[in-house]
T-cell receptor
Framework: DADVTQTPRNRITKTGKRIMLECSQTKGHDRMYWYRQDPGLGLRLIYYSFDVKDINKGEISDGYSVSRQAQAKFSLSLESAIPNQTALYFCATSDFSNQETQYFGPGTRLLVL | AQKVTQAQTEISVVEKEDVTLDCVYETRDTTYYLFWYKQPPSGELVFLIR??????QNEISGRYSWNFQKSTSSFNFTITASQVVDSAVYFCALSDMEYGNKLVFGAGTILRVKS
C-alpha cells in the first residue's frame, strides 16, 4: 500500500462549489504539506502543518483552507472554487529524523468549470 | 527570498546520449537543502536526491550523478547513457533548515529521450 494517499484522484467541479481534497499517510511523519502544480510554474506551497495543532500559510493560501484532523490526515478545502484553481494538487509529508525529505502522494487532478 | 531557476524548459536527446539538467538557486541562508525530484508521465513525484549545504561532494548513483557547486550556486544533474524510461519532468528544489522543510521548486525541465 502507498505511504501517502490522496482522494479523490480526479475531480471535476463547478465554479462556486465547495470541495475537499483529502490526504492520509502511514509513514508516521509529523509534518504535512499541500502544493499545487501548474504548467511552467513548478510546485507552489499552499499550506503546511508541523503537527496537529500547527497550521501555517504557504506562498499561495488565498482561496484555500486546511484541517489537520490527526497526525496522519491533512485536508485541503476550496471554499468556493474558481477556474484558476484548476491544477494538480499534491500532498507531501516529512519528518525531522529523515532530514526533512518530503515524500509526495500521487496527486489530485482538479478541474473547475 | 529563495529562488530556484531551471533555465532549460525542455531537452530532447537520443537514447544513450548523456544529458545534464541545470539548476541554479538563490538563498540568503547559510544552511539549506537541495533536492531533485522526477515526475514521470504517470504524474507522481519521485524523490531522487537530497544534498545539504555543508556537503559539496559530488554524488553518483548508477547512471545518475549530481554536481553541487556553492561558488556558482548550482546543483546540476547528469544522466549518463540516457534511456527512454528517463523521459520525465525533473524538478530541482531548495529548502532552508531553520524553518522546516518548505520547498521552493524550480519550474521543471521536460526531458524527452527518443529511441
Amino acid at each position: 500500500d502507498a505511504d501517502v494517499t490522496q482522494t479523490p484522484r480526479n475531480r471535476i467541479t463547478k465554479t462556486g462549489k465547495r470541495i475537499m481534497l483529502e490526504c492520509s499517510q502511514t509513514k508516521g511523519h509529523d509534518r504535512m504539506y499541500w502544493y499545487r502544480q501548474d504548467p511552467g510554474l513548478g510546485l507552489r506551497l499552499i499550506y503546511y502543518s508541523f503537527d496537529v495543532k500547527d497550521i501555517n500559510k504557504g506562498e499561495i493560501s488565498d482561496g484555500y483552507s486546511v484541517s489537520r484532523q490527526a497526525q496522519a490526515k491533512f485536508s485541503l478545502s476550496l471554499e468556493s472554487a474558481i477556474p484558476n484553481q484548476t491544477a494538480l494538487y499534491f500532498c507531501a509529508t516529512s519528518d525531522f529524523s529523515n532530514q526533512e525529505t518530503q515524500y509526495f502522494g500521487p496527486g489530485t487532478r482538479l478541474l473547475v468549470l | 527570498a529563495q529562488k530556484v531557476t531551471q533555465a532549460q524548459t525542455e531537452i530532447s536527446v537520443v537514447e544513450k546520449e548523456d544529458v545534464t539538467l541545470d539548476c541554479v538557486y538563490e538563498t540568503r541562508d547559510t544552511t539549506y537543502y537541495l533536492f531533485w525530484y522526477k515526475q514521470p508521465p504517470s504524474g507522481e513525484l519521485v524523490f531522487l536526491i537530497r544534498r545539504n549545504s555543508f556537503d559539496e561532494q559530488n554524488e553518483i548513483s548508477g547512471r545518475y550523478s549530481w554536481n553541487f557547486q556553492k561558488s556558482t550556486s548550482s546543483f546540476n544533474f547528469t544522466i549518463t547513457a540516457s534511456q527512454v524510461v528517463d523521459s520525465a519532468v525533473y524538478f530541482c528544489a531548495l529548502s532552508d533548515m531553520e524553518y522546516g522543510n518548505k520547498l521552493v521548486f524550480g519550474a521543471g525541465t521536460i526531458l524527452r529521450v527518443k529511441s
